[in-house]
């Protein structure tokens, strides 16, 4: 059974930056597909951006371009999420999870769910 | 991008009632829906894949329907454990959307 299992909670000031892991085990290959996807308190999720490491690509939603960089290390698989210029409207949970059933080319992923999640990390950004 | 709308965002329901959400696509998705169930404090669950296909260990009082833009999650006998938050979410392009939730709560 896959476990993804991230670092601990943070609490940052605003302006930083925070960087958050996630380290799968069990039935894991470093070529599967992590995404990242945070929870404000109180309200929906929201996808932020995935690591395709058989293609050694990232992709971004637009509304945290620039801002966040995401990453693998093959040889522990763990993936790695980095946020910057953090404000207040960033304290979410931020969670990753494994996208399984997905078909990515240079262009496009589609098809895939997220099976597998993370226990999710809690960034807290106050000053 | 691809919005995602649920209806309704809330509703309250009894043990034993049928459930329907609806959740909306802005444009074409094909089949590549997904919905997931979140309890308060808890980690989102993967219910099912591509618009029907349900998760193994997900009851099968839960099913999804539809296809293009319109899709719908049942649940077709309400239990205690199912008040809860459900979301879908698009698979058909990047970046894979949630909806904004419906939150199932006790009558």
């Known amino acids: 059974q896959v476990q993804l299992v991230q670092s601990g909670a943070e609490v940052k000031k605003p302006g930083s930056s925070v960087k958050v892991s996630c380290k799968a085990s069990?039935?894991?290959?470093?070529?599967?597909?992590i995404s990242w996807v945070r929870q404000a308190p109180g309200q929906g999720l929201e996808w932020m951006g995935r690591?395709?490491?058989?293609?050694?690509?990232?992709n971004y939603t637009q509304k945290f371009q620039g801002r966040v960089t995401i990453t693998a290390d093959k040889s522990t698989s763990t993936a790695y999420m980095e946020l910057s210029t953090l404000t207040s409207e960033d304290t979410a949970i931020y969670y990753c999870?494994?996208?399984?059933?997905?078909?990515?080319?240079?262009?496009?992923?589609?098809?895939?769910?997220?099976?597998?999640w993370g226990q999710g990390t809690l960034v807290t950004v106050s000053s | 991008d691809i919005q995602m709308t649920q209806s309704p965002s809330s509703l309250s329901a009894s043990v034993g009632d049928r459930v329907t959400i609806t959740c909306r696509a802005s444009?074409?998705?094909?089949?590549?829906l997904n919905w997931y169930q979140q309890k308060p404090g808890k980690v989102p669950n993967l219910l099912i894949s591509?618009?029907?296909t349900l998760q193994s260990g997900v009851p099968s009082r839960f099913s999804g329907s539809g296809s293009g833009t319109d899709f719908t999650l049942t649940i077709s006998s309400l239990q205690p454990e199912d008040f809860a938050t459900y979301y879908c979410?698009?698979?058909?392009?990047?970046?894979?959307?949630f909806g904004q939730g419906t939150k199932v709560d006790i009558k």
């Open positions: 999870a494994r996208e399984s059933g997905i078909y990515c080319s240079s262009s496009n992923c589609f098809g895939g769910y997220f099976q597998y």
């Open positions: 069990g039935a894991t290959s470093s070529d599967y597909i």
């Open positions: 690591i395709i490491p058989i293609l050694g690509i990232a």
């Open positions: 444009q074409s998705i094909n089949g590549y």
């Open positions: 591509a618009a029907s």
């Open positions: 979410q698009q698979s058909y392009t990047t970046p894979p959307r």
